[in-house]
């Protein structure tokens, strides 16, 4: 089995006063072991909302999740206790996700107390140590607190909780962008690393496309929750097929004038997600929309190697 997660159909949709809300909308997509897959999208789209589903912190509409081959959708909260080990959750603030009250060894050894891994006290130390030499983060820091610590080191105490419990897939939820460039270079080598190590599966969400291009091996773009382009990441940066995904493309710098791209400045209102009507969601922004594309909303279809798009007039727009 190369498969480590299927999602099938995922909704997760919220009543507010002026209707429902479609957060995430019919999303499908599988994950293979010890490969990463980026999520991208603007903020809003939904992509935070779909890790948090996955991970059952919050509950889905309907839609199927699978993972290692059983239907994980409808376990109950004790088969999901037995689950978390194996699928944990890097989050974007590692301030706001750990407990300022907490040492850093208190903090690592949280999720060992209450799966009650170790009966000794001895062990567990042991234990913490080892998982601060996993995440480079120097033994020294033993004893201190998050708020004497940098973003970088904060966020390798959320890494190393994550791995405490020896997890399969981990969902990575902007792990980098509240950090600096240099110290995000760190962080994703790292990442990289443990996966080697571990043989880690991630999910990584997150905004930033030059981001997902050094880190994942499959890239889904979502728009107002929906998944309008999935492919292998080499394929999405040597074939860009959606007029949104070409949008985002071109606002990566790039290092010399001679690669330089035209940028594609994105007008137009952004579509509802409450109540959406049954249209591309793309079409008030988008250059090439006509009358069908207000009228119908677009299938994800496979133009070949494997590669989904969600436009009707893709074939043409990329003369294929
Ligand atoms: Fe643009 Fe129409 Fe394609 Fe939507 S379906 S991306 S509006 S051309």
Do not use: W
């Amino acid at each position: 089995m190369s498969e480590i997660l299927q999602v099938k159909n995922l909704k997760k949709y919220y009543s507010v006063p002026s209707g429902t809300l479609h957060a995430v909308d019919d999303v499908s997509f599988t994950m293979n072991y010890g490969e990463t897959l980026g999520i991208v999208g603007e903020s809003g789209c939904g992509k935070s909302t779909l890790g948090k589903t996955l991970l059952r912190l919050i509950q889905p509409t309907s839609g199927e999740v699978i993972f290692e081959g059983q239907d994980i959708t409808n376990v109950d909260q004790k088969g999901f206790t037995a689950l978390r080990p194996k699928m944990q959750m890097i989050f974007q603030d590692p301030m706001s996700s750990l407990n300022p009250r907490f040492s850093i060894s208190q903090q690592i050894a949280e999720p060992l107390k209450i799966y009650k891994v170790y009966k000794d006290k001895e062990q567990l130390n042991k234990r913490v140590l080892e998982l601060m030499d996993t995440v480079g983060l120097a033994r020294r820091y033993v004893e201190t607190y998050p708020h004497e610590l940098d973003g970088g080191r904060r966020q390798r105490i959320g890494i190393a909780r994550a791995l405490a419990l020896n997890p399969k897939l981990i969902v990575c939820d902007e792990p980098v962008s509240a950090l600096d460039v240099l110290i995000q270079a760190q962080i994703l080598n790292l990442l990289q690393d443990l996966q080697k190590e571990h043989g880690l599966s991630y999910m990584f969400i997150t905004h930033n496309l030059s981001v997902v291009k050094h880190i994942s091996d499959n890239i889904c773009v979502m728009y107002l929750g929906q998944v309008i382009e999935q492919c292998r990441t080499k394929e999405l940066f040597t074939h860009t097929y959606h007029p949104y995904t070409k949008a985002l493309l071109s606002a990566i710098p790039v290092p010399s004038l001679k690669d330089k791209r035209e940028r594609v400045l994105l007008k137009g209102e952004l579509t509802s997600p409450i109540n959406p009507k049954n249209a591309c969601r793309f079409a008030p922004r988008c250059l090439y929309a006509r009358e069908q594309c207000h009228n119908s909303a677009p299938e994800l279809v496979d133009l070949g190697n494997n590669h989904k798009c969600a436009c009707h007039f893709v074939k043409e727009i990329n003369g294929l």
